[in-house]
């Protein structure tokens, strides 16, 4: 299992489009992908409903973990991902 904190920097959130866009990529790996936000809470990173559900807004951190034989690739795409703003301007 690996970790890693990310902030969100696109100025919407985790809205409905970057919440595709994450839930897209992380489909493309077969780890178990989630991450933790607010008070301990946790989203499966494959759903987008899971994502909506988080209400992750600009600025927020999230803490992203994978876990499986993809890992390690997983957590570096999509901390990545999310730091250029999962595909909207910044």
């Known amino acids: 299992m690996v970790c890693r ?3 969100v920097k696109n100025p919407t959130g985790l809205h ?3 919440a595709g866009t994450l ?3 992380a489909m493309q790996y077969k780890s178990m992908i989630t991450f933790r936000y607010g008070t301990g809470n946790t989203a499966n990173a494959k ?9 992750v807004k600009s600025g927020d951190e999230i803490e992203l ?3 499986g034989e ?10 990545e991902t999310i730091e250029s703003g999962l595909g909207e301007e910044l």
Not at 48 to 55: D, E, F, I, K, W
């Open 23 to 25: 839930c897209k990529m």
């Open 47 to 55: 759903s987008v409903l899971s994502v909506l559900g988080a209400c």
């Open 70 to 79: 993809d890992e390690e690739t997983a957590l570096k795409d999509l901390v």
């Open 65 to 67: 973990i994978c876990e």
């Open 16 to 18: 409905l489009r970057p």
């Open 5 to 7: 904190k990310v902030i």
